[in-house]
């Protein structure tokens, strides 16, 4: 079962990190690298100006946007973008997770009984969960970008860029600390299964 756990994570954080990777391809922006997996890369290629990754940790993933947390001249960066097209590209992944994870978890109630169904139900929980816990406004997680990107209505383009990235930055090492805190917690539950 410890598989399992494993194996709908990893597709699950592929899914979310491809649905940011096609929707910014979508609206004209450019991506830099769209990674599966964290920590020391194991295996890499480049295409059409995006440098595809896969690294050793596989509990995360993140897809680099061109200029994400700093002004840009190119068009094509994320800065220069309409806030709504800010928004579906930070917003699609926690959408692809929800509602996978909700036809998922219908999916595995209706055949309970099946062998299958277990794996069905594992995975569409973990997106289900992952998806609603990346919606929450934590700066660092997708939730929190609707927000941030209001400060571009209140400051100068260049001066809101530097609060999001300040944010930014503060929010991933508060979540980076918590999930190193959480992590044992996640290999006993994994190893249980």
Not at 141 to 157: H, Q, R, V
């Amino acid at each position: 079962m410890s598989w399992t756990i494993i194996v709908s994570l990893v597709v699950t954080i592929f899914m979310h990190e491809l649905a940011h990777l096609l929707m910014a391809k979508k609206v004209g922006c450019g991506v830099e690298v769209f990674s599966i997996g964290l920590g020391p890369i194991l295996f890499k290629f480049n295409f059409r100006g995006t440098r595809y990754q896969i690294a050793l940790v596989p509990l995360g993933g993140f897809c680099k946007l061109k200029d994400e947390l700093s002004i840009g001249d190119d068009p094509t960066s994320f800065s220069n973008l309409r806030y709504r097209d800010k928004l579906k590209i930070t917003l699609v992944g926690v959408t692809v997770n929800i509602i996978v994870g909700i036809i998922c978890l219908l999916i595995s109630l209706q055949f309970i009984l099946a062998d299958w169904a277990y794996c069905l139900y594992m995975f569409g929980s973990l997106s289900l969960i992952l998806g609603v816990a990346n919606i929450l406004p934590i700066p660092a997680l997708d939730g929190s970008y609707p927000i941030l990107l209001l400060l571009e209505k209140f400051f100068d383009k260049r001066t809101a860029y530097l609060y999001i990235s300040r944010i930014v930055k503060v929010g991933f090492w508060i979540l980076t600390t918590l999930n190193i805190i959480f992590l044992p917690y996640l290999i006993q539950l994994i190893i249980k299964n």
